[in-house]
Nanobody, 122 residues
């Protein structure tokens, strides 16, 4: 059974940092991504990478602040989030694709985690 389990969310002050983790089980994935959804808003793309981490893709508002990485030995992808702003408050979701897609489109991903809450206080 395939599962994606996120962790690492929490309450942090503006300017702070967190490291989100997404542990995959059941199979390996060629592409993984992070999305987020704030209350009353649609789910939006944050970042994605390919299986060897050589190619990454970020939404413009997080470039230079967020970093996606992975540890294939642990079948885990990470999202380091720095210089957090109040507008980064959202539930953050991990997504995985069996193909190499590097896509901002949520429909392109095959599996999703349950989400982890990030709340940034100003």
């Amino acid at each position: 059974q395939v599962q994606l389990v996120e962790s690492g969310g929490g309450l942090v002050q503006a300017g702070g940092s967190l490291r989100l983790s997404c542990a995959a089980s059941g199979r390996t994935f060629r592409s993984m991504g992070w999305f987020r959804q704030a209350p009353g808003k649609e789910r939006e793309f944050v970042a994605a990478d390919t299986w060897n981490g050589s190619t990454t893709y970020y939404e413009d508002s997080v470039k230079g602040r967020f970093t996606i990485s992975r540890d294939n030995a642990k079948n885990t992808v990470y999202l380091q989030v720095n210089s957090l702003k109040s507008e980064d408050t959202a539930v953050y979701y991990c997504a995985a694709s069996v193909g190499v897609i590097l896509s901002p489109g949520p429909a392109r991903y095959d599996y999703w985690g349950q989400g982890t809450q990030v709340t940034v206080s100003s």
